[in-house]
């Protein structure tokens, strides 16, 4: 069956609104391999998009610690970030299930989710005031 160029528009389109988002791979996947990407994109409406037992707000949670523990690229989490703040989701709320990452996963994992939040929230620390020693583990 062959897939006009406005059957994968609409496609991309109908995506953008249920999911909030559409991935670089979503838009090549649409022009290049159609039914592919149709596919993959029914289990995922399956698994995470239709409305079952868990709520949106938990499955994006569910989504951002799965992500950051698969050490998923920045842009993705942040993908998932986003629609989790849109949806009400608070700031502290994403952080900590974020860090829940980090008995099981460890540090390198954690950070990787930690910076992708940290960058969509604008999140700020507090510098030392003294001199910090060189030779530090950077965790």
């Known amino acids: 069956m062959t897939h006009s160029a406005e059957d994968a528009q609409a496609y991309i389109d109908d995506m953008a609104t249920k999911r909030g988002y559409v991935l670089d791979y979503h838009k090549i996947m649409a022009k290049q391999d159609f ?11 399956t698994a995470y998009l239709d409305q079952r037992t868990l709520d949106r707000r938990t499955k994006e949670l569910i989504f951002i610690v799965s992500l950051t523990v698969m050490r998923a690229s920045k842009g993705h989490i942040q993908s998932h970030i986003r629609v989790a703040l849109d949806i009400g989701v608070s700031a502290t709320e994403i952080l900590e299930a974020i860090e829940i990452a980090l008995p099981e996963a460890g540090i390198v994992a954690f950070q990787t989710g930690f910076e992708a939040w940290r960058e969509v929230v604008d999140a700020d620390g507090i510098e030392p005031t003294v001199k910090a020693h060189a030779g530090g583990s950077g965790e």
């Open 35 to 45: 039914p592919v990407l149709q596919a993959a994109n029914h289990l995922v409406s």
